[in-house]
T-cell receptor
Framework: QKEVEQNSGPLSVPEGAIASLNCTYS??????FFWYRQYSGKSPELIMS????GDKEDGRFTAQLNKASQYVSLLIRDSQPSDSATYLC?????????????FGKGTHLIIQP | DAGVIQSPRHEVTEMGQEVTLRCKPI?????LFWYRQTMMRGLELLIY????????DSGMPEDRFSAKMPNASFSTLKIQPSEPRDSAVYFC???????????FGPGTRLTVT
């Protein structure tokens, strides 16, 4: 079983709609969860972090975490063509200090004008 | 503020040659991570350092790979000898110890022919 799983897509969403990206993870001991955005040919860019169950909102982005279901999601409201990118879900096992991240393979999101 | 700096941005070399990739973390960050990204395997952690000390190198694929961090502002990843299957984008990331948000450099695209 893969440690972090995402649907590779592509996920096509019309401009102005809500894009919903999902991620599941296998290690119940995971403590920290992240969403990175990666444009083609560029490096991953951190857009959201979440550490406790529930929702966390930042502008047009909302991250949702459900540790019981081992499920993380990212909602993008009012989607814009500039949101078209690959979104990587990442998980950190450590409850403190700094550890490496385990990444999913990413979901390719396309926002249709 | 300057972000993570990596050099070179592109490297083309022949099989059997030694390759050295360089990274300067964000000033003040004391954790440094090396990742490799390929289409097949996605983004994988190779090794990470806390306060210049290697903590986990279990992701290093073979003894041909080695990494050093002689001081807080510089790290190298060396491949000797290089092989075509080492072709990938190598990213360096840094974070502040105790926090999990990692910030990526622009990457080095390595091609081994």
């Amino acid at each position: 079983q893969k440690e972090v799983e995402q649907n590779s897509g592509p996920l096509s969403v019309p401009e102005g709609a809500i894009a919903s990206l999902n991620c599941t993870y296998s290690d119940r001991g995971s403590q920290s969860f992240f969403w990175y955005r990666q444009y083609s040919g560029k490096s991953p860019e951190l857009i959201m972090s979440i550490y406790s169950n529930g929702d966390k909102e930042d502008g047009r982005f909302t991250a949702q975490l459900n540790k019981a279901s081992q499920y993380v999601s990212l909602l993008i409201r009012d989607s814009q063509p500039s949101d078209s990118a690959t979104y990587l879900c990442a998980v950190n096992k450590s409850g403190g200090g700094a550890d490496g991240l385990t990444f999913g393979k990413g979901t390719h999101l396309i926002i249709q004008p | 503020d300057a972000g993570v700096i990596q050099s070179p941005r592109h490297e083309v070399t022949e099989m059997g040659q030694e390759v050295t990739l360089r990274c300067k973390p964000i000033s003040g960050h004391n954790s440094l991570f090396w990742y490799r990204q390929t289409m097949m395997r996605g983004l994988e952690l190779l090794i990470y350092f806390n306060n210049n000390v290697p903590i986990d190198d279990s992701g290093m694929p073979e003894d041909r790979f080695s990494a050093k961090m002689p001081n807080a502002s510089f790290s190298t990843l060396k491949i000797q000898p290089s092989e075509p299957r080492d072709s990938a984008v190598y990213f360096c990331a840094s974070s502040l110890f105790g926090l999990h948000e990692q910030y990526f450099g622009p990457g080095t695209r390595l091609t081994v022919t």
